[in-house]
């Protein structure tokens, strides 16, 4: 049998140094917590994928932490994941009434024997750890785009929402693919970076699709799906229609594309192909984006459709915006 580090791709080039990539415009101010840490010669990537998000976890919008959309009940459910360089993983699905679920994912993975707690479990670990339990109360935002919601899907919880009033109606009771302004109904901080040290970690964390069903779970606090990091090879997190970023395991796909030799771009893209080419008109309607660096500090972007943006800072890149490329 082959070695294993046979599987390890040779780095061809030159480190190029600490780099952060973060999905979507708010990973600007992200990235900007992380780079404070990546930027100290001492700095731990792992510390600075979870302070970066914990900055658009505190923040107002519609899709990450407590001020997020909530489900189709009207209660924010976060979910959350973490990786470091050293094959250690920490998840939470379904918390509700924390601020920092990415930190809960952390101490998921430092002080637990386990990978991955959700719900009420989740939030009893997260109270033991000293957590705070913040009040179960929407943002005056998400409270509004609530009740439109409610009006428009004409959702009254103690009637069978599958009921034959609904058939007709594009997206029914469910959360809708797109928003009214033609958004795509997703938005997460995911967060890949490496440091100095050429040390790999990722961070992804979101409060789900707006108005999903009670106790769905996406791909964001699935590692493999929404977040994959190999030490050896690179690291990616996605955003999207986590539905369909489940089915192929996106995550640990594009670093697998990267562990064969291809750019963190061409690797992104892959996943992007293959996940078309298993669902075809599927797709449509839904959006798929990855982020993704490798061993060497390069970096790459893909989605599905137009409109997917992403942050990176690094020694060569001041903290900066850019459209990834698409499919569509
Ligand atoms: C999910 N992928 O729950 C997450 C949500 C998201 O951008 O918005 N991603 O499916």
Known sequence: MAPLYSFVPKPKKQFLGPLVISTWDAGIRANEAAWKILSQTEGHVLDAVEKGVMVTESENNCCVGLSGNPDREGIVTLDASIMDDQYNIGSVAALERIAHPISVARAVMEKTPHVMLVGEGAQQFAVAQGFELM???????????????????????????????????????????????????????????????GRLSGACTTSGMGFKMRGRVGDSPIIGAGLYVDNQVGAATSTGHGEEMIRIAGCHQVVEYMRAGHSPEKACRMAVERALQMRGDKLKEKQIGFIAVNKNGEHGAFALQKGFTYSVQSNQIANQVFKADSLW
Do not use: C
């Not at 009040?135 to 439109?148: F, G, N, T, V, W």
């Open 135 to 197: 009040p179960q109360q929407l943002s005056p935002d998400a409270d509004k785009a609530y009740h439109d919601w409610l009006k428009k899907s004409e959702y009254h919880p103690l009637i069978n929402i599958e009921n034959s009033a609904n058939k007709d109606r594009q997206h029914g009771p469910f959360a809708p693919d797109r928003y009214d302004d033609g958004t795509f109904n997703h938005d997460t901080i995911g967060m890949v970076a490496i440091d100095g040290k």
